[in-house]
T-cell receptor, first 111, second 115 residues
């Protein structure tokens, strides 16, 4: 079974630039999550989708972050404009029932 | 909001030593509990989980964890660690009262096992 795919794996940008991350969940998994993991901390949920609807985006900084999941499969997370404090690993996960499966993450560095 | 505390941020052990990593959570209702592991250069993967039933759960690679409801704890144990257990370990919780499947993670424990 193929795992959760994410791209790119690494991204370096300057502050105020825009960046987008892509996630392809495990086939058949209806629920998709985006987490932010800052160095030295555990992952923090940014947004949760059930199919293509948002279930929880309470911790998503909506002034600069946006996410979509068209057709209930792939998802993109965008940051516009980026700030220095956005430097982190962005993890995508998917689940069928309760267990979440994580992708390799995208390491973002904002200079 | 629920929170998860992991008391040990860095642990260094020699091979064959016993391991216990502490995890406490703050929510008083029904929870699901997880331990995830992240080996160097790899993605997060599930080590073990507790949903209900026997509070002593066994996971992969000889790990086990005990859920003690009265102490709000879910400590991870392994009787004899190996060099290959060097990794970062995360405790995580989901609450079951309309919170969906939202995982709240602890800050992680970096385990280094020396030969």
């Amino acid at each position: 079974e193929a795992g959760v795919a994410q791209s790119p794996r690494y991204k370096i940008i300057e502050k105020r630039q825009s960046v987008a991350f892509w996630c392809n969940p495990i086939s058949g998994h209806a629920t998709l999550y985006w987490y932010q993991q800052i160095l030295g901390q555990g992952p923090k949920l940014l947004i949760q989708f059930q199919n293509n609807g948002v279930v929880d985006d309470s911790q998503l900084p909506k002034d600069r972050f946006s996410a979509e999941r068209l057709k209930g499969v792939d998802s993109t997370l965008k940051i516009q404009p980026a700030k220095l404090e956005d430097s982190a690993v962005y993890l995508c996960a998917s689940s069928l029932v309760s267990e979440q499966f994580f992708g390799p993450g995208t390491r973002l560095t904002v200079l | 909001a629920q929170s998860v505390s992991q008391h040990n941020h860095h642990v260094i052990l020699s091979e064959a030593a016993s391991l216990e990593l502490g995890c406490n959570y703050s929510y008083g209702g029904t929870v699901n509990l997880f331990w995830y592991v992240q080996y160097p250069g790899q993605h997060l993967q599930l080590l073990l989980k507790y949903f209900s039933g026997d509070p002593l759960v066994k996971g992969i690679k000889g790990f086990e964890a005990e859920f003690i409801k009265s102490k709000f704890s879910f400590n991870l144990r392994k009787p004899s660690v190996q060099w290959s257990d060097t990794a970062e370990y995360f405790c995580a919780v989901t609450i079951l009262t309309g919170g969906g499947n939202k995982l709240t993670f602890g800050t992680g424990t970096q385990l280094k096992v020396e030969l």
